[in-house]
Each structure stands twice: as structure tokens, then as C-alpha cells.
């Protein structure tokens, strides 16, 4: 069963807009959400993290928001680019001695027009 | 220099093969993992390995056998191949995982074709 669902599958923005992914969670047990970013052809990158104590994270133009009691949390993309133009993961992780698991959204592809 | 390398980049083969997957990471890392991705770009979990112990071991197929000759790398061999088993294979690894969140680093992927 999938435990990090994100949408939407697929995302058209014009150049300039504001591009939104959505995820939500359902193991409380979480401990940190990350966010990564894949090129074609290429493996994932981190982008961005936020723990679950923390409302809203920003790096630039990538600002994660997240709302524990809706066990929600979202990717906004400001000034969206031709360049932003990728599949986003969003992600869950329970920490734990030794390792720890990356559990992954379905992803979203991310078109970003001129 | 590539932190994360796998070989090779792209893997064709028949049905009923056995192959290996090779990874190494010189980024000093404990724990390597093996993800799999499938046509529709779900990424999953396969292994984990800590300082060349096995960690997690999601429900995969005893077909496949992971090897980590030392916590530089961590193979993966895959006995009786399956039309089902074509998919991206990513290697990637991460500091000592604990209570605090630290990145994981991925590989560029393996692409496995089974005909």
C-alpha cells in the first residue's frame, strides 16, 4: 500500500508562473519529508527537506509548506524555468539506528513552456 | 570525479540470465542502497546495506541477491531474469544514518531490458 501520495502526475506551467505539487502522508511515524528533483536520464537529487516540527522551508525559489495535522505537505516552485523542467519526488523517511528508507510519491513530471 | 557510479548504464539481455549490477560510491559512506524504478517512474526500495551488513530487505524476489564486498560498494546480481525485472536500477548511498536525517546520494541508474 502506498503511503506517499502525491499530485498531480503531470504539470504544465508557463515560464514566469507558479508551479504547486501536493503530497500527502499517511504513517505519523514519519520524521523528515524530502523533496527530489530528476532530469532525464539521471538519478534523483535532493532539492529539499522539512521536518515535521517545521511549517515552511524556503532555498530560493523552492519552498516547501507543510501541515502536520493534515498530514499534508507541498512543493512550490516561484518563477518557475525551462529549466525546472523534471520529475519531483516527494518523499517520506522514518529514521532509525543503521539506515533509514526513502519512501517515495509516484512523482510528478514537470513541463515548464517558454 | 562521480560520487555515485554504477555499471553499466544500460543492460540488455534474454530472459532466464543471470547478471550482476555493479556499484561504488567514494563520497566515505556507510550505508549504500538499491532502488528500483519501474516504467512509470515509481521509485522502490530493493535493499539497504550498513557498513556491509543488511539492513532492509523489502519483499523482492530471492532471484535477487545483493553483495557488498565492502561499504564502497554494493552489487547486485539477479538470477533468472524475468520480462518483470526490466526497469532503472538505482544505487545510491548516504553518511551513517541515525536520528538525524542525512542526504542520499543516487547513482545515474541502470536501465535492464529483458527480452
Known amino acids: 500500500q502506498q503511503q506517499v501520495k502525491q499530485s498531480p502526475q503531470s504539470l504544465i506551467v508557463q515560464k514566469g508562473g507558479i508551479s504547486i505539487i501536493n503530497c500527502a502522508y499517511e504513517n505519523t511515524a514519519f520524521d523528515y519529508f524530502p523533496w527530489y528533483q530528476q532530469f532525464p536520464g539521471k538519478g534523483p537529487a535532493l532539492l529539499i527537506a522539512?521536518?515535521?516540527?517545521?511549517s515552511e522551508k524556503k532555498e530560493g525559489r523552492f519552498t516547501i509548506s507543510f501541515n502536520k495535522s493534515a498530514k499534508q505537505f507541498s512543493l512550490h516552485i516561484m518563477d518557475s524555468q525551462p529549466g525546472d523542467s523534471a520529475t519531483y519526488f516527494c518523499a517520506a523517511i522514518k529514521l532509525g539506528a543503521g539506515s533509514y528508507q526513502l519512501t517515495f510519491g509516484k512523482g510528478t513530471k514537470l513541463s515548464v513552456i517558454p | 570525479d562521480t560520487a555515485v557510479s554504477q555499471t553499466p548504464k544500460y543492460l540488455v539481455t534474454q530472459m532466464g540470465n543471470d547478471k550482476s549490477i555493479k556499484c561504488e560510491q567514494n563520497l566515505g559512506h556507510d550505508t549504500m542502497y538499491w532502488y528500483k524504478q519501474d516504467s512509470k517512474k515509481f521509485l522502490k526500495i530493493m535493499f539497504s546495506y550498513n557498513n556491509k551488513e543488511l539492513i532492509i530487505n523489502e519483499t523482492v524476489p530471492n532471484r535477487f541477491s545483493p553483495k557488498s564486498p565492502d561499504k564502497a560498494h554494493l552489487n547486485l546480481h539477479i538470477n533468472s531474469l524475468e520480462l518483470g525485472d526490466s526497469a532503472v536500477y538505482f544505487c545510491?548511498?548516504?553518511?551513517?544514518?541515525?536520528?538525524?536525517?542525512?542526504?542520499?546520494?543516487f547513482g545515474p541508474g541502470t536501465r535492464l531490458t529483458v527480452l
Open positions: 545510491a548511498s548516504s553518511p551513517l544514518a541515525g536520528l538525524s536525517y542525512n542526504e542520499q546520494f
Open positions: 522539512i521536518r515535521p516540527d517545521v
